[in-house]
């Protein structure tokens, strides 16, 4: 059984940068698609990234294009998700994910309901 750990989150200041990590067990993990989410009180679950199984392409959503960035260390079994410049708005619950890949459109990327594993979370609270 897939599982997921993510680690990383805490508080910073708005324009401060953190790294979250999660560490995926239980299976290859060069055979998943791999993504972060988030979901801030009374909002729904969104993507914030998306990386194939090999790394080599990713995908934003224009929220936090330029100011995130994913990767994966699959002989860790490792991702990670660096955030720069953050902001108040990206204050939020970030969870990993993953998902056998499928040759989805990119707008479907962020559906968390092509995700079949899920973290259970790491808090990122960002003041101004």
């Known amino acids: 059984q897939v599982q997921l750990v993510e680690s990383g989150g805490g508080s910073v200041q708005a324009g401060g940068s953190l790294r979250l990590s999660c560490v995926f067990s239980g299976d290859r993990f060069s055979n998943y698609r791999m993504g972060w989410f988030r979901q801030a009180p009374g909002k729904e679950r969104e993507g914030v990234a998306s990386i194939t199984p090999s790394g080599g392409t990713t995908h934003y959503p224009d929220s936090v294009k330029d100011r995130f960035t994913i990767s994966r260390d699959n002989a860790k079994n490792t991702l990670y998700l660096y955030m720069n410049t953050l902001k108040p708005d990206d204050t939020a619950m970030y969870f990993c994910?993953?998902?056998?890949?499928?040759?989805?459109?990119?707008?479907?990327?962020?559906?968390?309901?092509?995700?079949?594993?899920w973290g259970q979370g790491t808090q990122v609270t960002v003041s101004s």
């Open positions: 994910a993953a998902t056998r890949p499928a040759p989805w459109p990119p707008r479907e990327l962020f559906l968390p309901h092509n995700y079949n594993y």
